[in-house]
Protein backbone atom coordinates (compact mmCIF):
# COMPACT_ATOMS: atom_id res chain seq x y z
CA UNK A 1 0.00 0.00 0.00
CA UNK A 2 1.77 3.09 -1.70
CA UNK A 3 -0.21 5.58 -0.43
CA UNK A 4 -0.49 8.81 -2.24
CA UNK A 5 2.32 9.37 -4.94
CA UNK A 6 3.72 11.53 -7.09
CA UNK A 7 5.64 12.00 -9.98
CA UNK A 8 7.88 13.92 -11.10
CA UNK A 9 9.45 15.01 -7.84
CA UNK A 10 11.12 18.07 -9.41
CA UNK A 11 10.77 19.68 -12.56
CA UNK A 12 12.62 23.22 -14.09
CA UNK A 13 10.22 24.67 -16.98
CA UNK A 14 10.49 27.51 -19.35
CA UNK A 15 8.16 30.03 -19.76
CA UNK A 16 5.57 28.94 -22.26
CA UNK A 17 6.28 25.07 -21.81
CA UNK A 18 3.52 22.34 -20.59
CA UNK A 19 3.58 19.69 -18.28
CA UNK A 20 1.76 17.36 -16.54
CA UNK A 21 2.18 16.91 -12.49
CA UNK A 22 0.74 13.26 -11.92
CA UNK A 23 -1.06 11.97 -8.84
CA UNK A 24 -2.09 8.22 -8.10
CA UNK A 25 -3.47 6.82 -5.02
CA UNK A 26 -3.83 3.27 -4.08
CA UNK A 27 -6.61 3.53 -1.46
CA UNK A 28 -9.42 3.79 -3.36
CA UNK A 29 -10.84 7.08 -2.25
CA UNK A 30 -12.90 9.20 -3.56
CA UNK A 31 -11.90 12.69 -2.88
CA UNK A 32 -8.90 13.84 -4.53
CA UNK A 33 -7.35 17.09 -4.48
CA UNK A 34 -4.45 19.11 -5.72
CA UNK A 35 -2.89 22.39 -3.36
CA UNK A 36 -0.35 24.17 -4.13
CA UNK A 37 2.12 25.50 -1.68
CA UNK A 38 4.02 28.90 -1.37
CA UNK A 39 6.31 30.27 1.18
CA UNK A 40 4.70 31.68 4.03
CA UNK A 41 1.27 31.23 2.32
CA UNK A 42 -0.21 27.72 3.53
CA UNK A 43 -1.76 25.48 1.10
CA UNK A 44 -4.26 26.56 -1.45
CA UNK A 45 -6.68 24.32 -3.16
CA UNK A 46 -6.50 24.31 -6.55
CA UNK A 47 -8.91 21.69 -7.98
CA UNK A 48 -10.59 19.03 -6.40
CA UNK A 49 -12.52 16.12 -7.43
CA UNK A 50 -15.59 14.21 -6.21
CA UNK A 51 -15.11 10.85 -7.90
CA UNK A 52 -14.22 9.85 -11.60
CA UNK A 53 -15.62 11.81 -13.97
CA UNK A 54 -16.11 14.66 -11.80
CA UNK A 55 -14.05 17.61 -11.06
CA UNK A 56 -14.45 21.14 -9.59
CA UNK A 57 -12.49 24.50 -9.00
CA UNK A 58 -10.83 25.32 -6.03
CA UNK A 59 -9.37 28.81 -4.61
CA UNK A 60 -6.91 29.06 -6.94
CA UNK A 61 -7.70 26.91 -10.55
CA UNK A 62 -6.67 30.01 -12.93
CA UNK A 63 -3.84 28.44 -15.23
CA UNK A 64 -4.53 24.88 -14.58
CA UNK A 65 -6.55 21.84 -15.33
CA UNK A 66 -7.62 18.42 -14.05
CA UNK A 67 -9.07 15.28 -15.12
CA UNK A 68 -10.08 12.34 -13.27
CA UNK A 69 -10.92 9.61 -15.90
CA UNK A 70 -10.29 7.07 -12.99
CA UNK A 71 -10.71 6.73 -9.37
CA UNK A 72 -6.92 6.40 -8.82
CA UNK A 73 -5.52 9.00 -10.88
CA UNK A 74 -5.94 12.83 -10.61
CA UNK A 75 -3.48 14.81 -13.33
CA UNK A 76 -2.87 18.04 -13.08
CA UNK A 77 -1.63 20.03 -16.45
CA UNK A 78 -0.18 23.22 -16.59
CA UNK A 79 -1.07 24.47 -20.22
CA UNK A 80 1.09 27.91 -20.30
CA UNK A 81 4.25 27.70 -17.71
CA UNK A 82 4.52 30.87 -15.79
CA UNK A 83 6.78 32.15 -13.20
CA UNK A 84 4.16 32.75 -10.99
CA UNK A 85 3.25 28.63 -10.69
CA UNK A 86 6.70 28.04 -9.14
CA UNK A 87 5.88 26.67 -6.12
CA UNK A 88 5.28 23.04 -4.11
CA UNK A 89 2.57 20.74 -5.51
CA UNK A 90 0.85 18.36 -3.33
CA UNK A 91 -2.06 16.15 -4.29
CA UNK A 92 -4.01 14.43 -1.30
CA UNK A 93 -6.93 11.85 -1.32
CA UNK A 94 -9.16 11.20 1.39
CA UNK A 95 -12.10 8.37 1.65
CA UNK A 96 -15.78 8.83 1.43
CA UNK A 97 -16.12 7.21 5.40
CA UNK A 98 -13.26 9.33 6.70
CA UNK A 99 -12.30 12.91 7.50
CA UNK A 100 -8.49 12.36 7.00
CA UNK A 101 -6.75 13.86 3.83
CA UNK A 102 -3.70 11.96 3.07
CA UNK A 103 -0.90 13.98 1.25
CA UNK A 104 1.81 12.71 -1.64
CA UNK A 105 5.47 13.95 -1.40
CA UNK A 106 5.04 16.80 -3.29
CA UNK A 107 6.26 17.83 -6.57
CA UNK A 108 8.78 21.11 -6.57
CA UNK A 109 8.23 23.35 -9.31
CA UNK A 110 10.49 26.32 -10.84
CA UNK A 111 9.65 28.11 -13.92
CA UNK A 112 12.27 29.92 -15.25
CA UNK B 1 -16.69 31.68 5.13
CA UNK B 2 -14.91 29.25 7.45
CA UNK B 3 -11.28 30.50 8.26
CA UNK B 4 -8.36 29.46 10.24
CA UNK B 5 -5.18 31.52 12.00
CA UNK B 6 -2.21 30.92 13.13
CA UNK B 7 -1.32 34.08 14.87
CA UNK B 8 2.44 32.49 15.07
CA UNK B 9 5.25 32.28 12.01
CA UNK B 10 7.33 30.71 14.99
CA UNK B 11 7.51 28.85 17.89
CA UNK B 12 11.09 28.38 19.78
CA UNK B 13 11.16 25.61 22.72
CA UNK B 14 13.70 23.97 25.13
CA UNK B 15 13.97 20.50 24.58
CA UNK B 16 11.83 18.83 27.92
CA UNK B 17 9.98 21.85 27.80
CA UNK B 18 5.85 21.99 26.98
CA UNK B 19 4.97 23.05 23.87
CA UNK B 20 1.81 25.03 21.97
CA UNK B 21 1.24 25.61 18.99
CA UNK B 22 -1.62 28.32 18.35
CA UNK B 23 -5.20 27.90 16.18
CA UNK B 24 -7.89 30.16 15.89
CA UNK B 25 -10.86 29.74 13.60
CA UNK B 26 -14.32 30.66 12.24
CA UNK B 27 -16.54 28.53 11.02
CA UNK B 28 -20.50 28.51 10.83
CA UNK B 29 -21.68 25.45 12.46
CA UNK B 30 -20.02 22.96 13.97
CA UNK B 31 -16.02 22.51 12.99
CA UNK B 32 -14.10 19.78 11.73
CA UNK B 33 -10.81 20.55 12.83
CA UNK B 34 -7.54 19.40 11.66
CA UNK B 35 -3.51 19.17 12.82
CA UNK B 36 -1.42 18.06 10.12
CA UNK B 37 2.85 18.02 10.17
CA UNK B 38 5.14 18.51 7.86
CA UNK B 39 8.77 17.96 7.89
CA UNK B 40 11.63 19.40 5.51
CA UNK B 41 11.11 18.05 2.18
CA UNK B 42 8.43 16.25 2.67
CA UNK B 43 4.46 15.98 2.39
CA UNK B 44 1.95 16.70 4.96
CA UNK B 45 1.12 13.96 8.25
CA UNK B 46 -2.01 13.76 9.97
CA UNK B 47 -1.75 14.58 13.53
CA UNK B 48 -5.40 14.81 14.88
CA UNK B 49 -8.77 15.85 14.24
CA UNK B 50 -11.76 16.82 16.58
CA UNK B 51 -14.87 16.35 14.98
CA UNK B 52 -17.35 16.27 18.15
CA UNK B 53 -16.80 14.29 22.02
CA UNK B 54 -14.15 15.19 24.27
CA UNK B 55 -12.43 18.37 23.72
CA UNK B 56 -9.39 17.45 24.56
CA UNK B 57 -8.29 15.24 21.51
CA UNK B 58 -4.92 12.94 21.41
CA UNK B 59 -3.04 12.16 18.65
CA UNK B 60 0.32 10.99 16.84
CA UNK B 61 3.64 10.96 18.46
CA UNK B 62 2.32 12.24 21.98
CA UNK B 63 0.88 15.39 20.41
CA UNK B 64 -2.57 16.25 21.62
CA UNK B 65 -5.07 19.51 20.85
CA UNK B 66 -7.65 21.07 23.05
CA UNK B 67 -10.77 22.58 21.61
CA UNK B 68 -12.17 25.62 23.11
CA UNK B 69 -15.68 26.60 21.95
CA UNK B 70 -15.85 29.58 23.53
CA UNK B 71 -12.81 31.22 22.63
CA UNK B 72 -12.73 29.46 19.08
CA UNK B 73 -9.11 28.27 19.76
CA UNK B 74 -7.83 24.74 18.94
CA UNK B 75 -4.06 25.08 20.14
CA UNK B 76 -1.88 21.97 19.98
CA UNK B 77 0.13 20.60 22.56
CA UNK B 78 2.94 18.92 23.93
CA UNK B 79 3.86 18.08 27.27
CA UNK B 80 7.49 17.65 26.62
CA UNK B 81 8.79 18.90 23.21
CA UNK B 82 11.88 16.73 21.30
CA UNK B 83 14.12 18.18 18.84
CA UNK B 84 12.41 15.30 16.50
CA UNK B 85 9.78 17.88 16.92
CA UNK B 86 11.08 20.54 14.92
CA UNK B 87 9.03 21.21 11.92
CA UNK B 88 5.94 23.42 10.23
CA UNK B 89 2.63 22.61 11.47
CA UNK B 90 -0.56 23.68 10.35
CA UNK B 91 -4.22 23.96 11.40
CA UNK B 92 -6.63 23.36 9.13
CA UNK B 93 -10.57 23.34 9.04
CA UNK B 94 -13.21 21.47 6.77
CA UNK B 95 -15.83 23.56 4.99
CA UNK B 96 -19.26 22.24 4.14
CA UNK B 97 -18.20 21.11 0.78
CA UNK B 98 -15.52 19.09 2.43
CA UNK B 99 -12.30 21.09 1.30
CA UNK B 100 -9.81 21.88 4.26
CA UNK B 101 -9.14 25.67 4.40
CA UNK B 102 -5.14 25.91 6.51
CA UNK B 103 -3.47 27.85 8.24
CA UNK B 104 -0.60 30.12 6.90
CA UNK B 105 1.45 27.24 9.19
CA UNK B 106 3.98 27.46 12.57
CA UNK B 107 7.16 26.85 12.16
CA UNK B 108 8.02 24.69 15.44
CA UNK B 109 11.69 24.72 16.58
CA UNK B 110 13.09 22.88 19.37
CA UNK B 111 16.45 23.57 20.70
CA UNK B 112 18.15 20.98 22.52
Known amino acids: NAGVTQTPKFRILKIGQSMTLQCTQDMNHNYMYWYRQDPGMGLKLIYYSVGAGITDKGEVPNGYNVSRSTTEDFPLRLELAAPSQTSVYFC???????????FGPGTRLTVL | AQSVAQPEDQVNVAEGNPLTVKCTYS??????LFWYVQYPNRGLQFLLK??????LVKGSYGFEAEFNKSQTSFHLKKPSALVSDSALYFC??????????FGQGTELSVKP
Open chain 2, 50 to 55: YITGDN
Open chain 2, 27 to 32: VSGNPY
Open chain 1, 92 to 102: ASMGGRTDTQY
Open chain 2, 92 to 101: AVRDMRGKLI
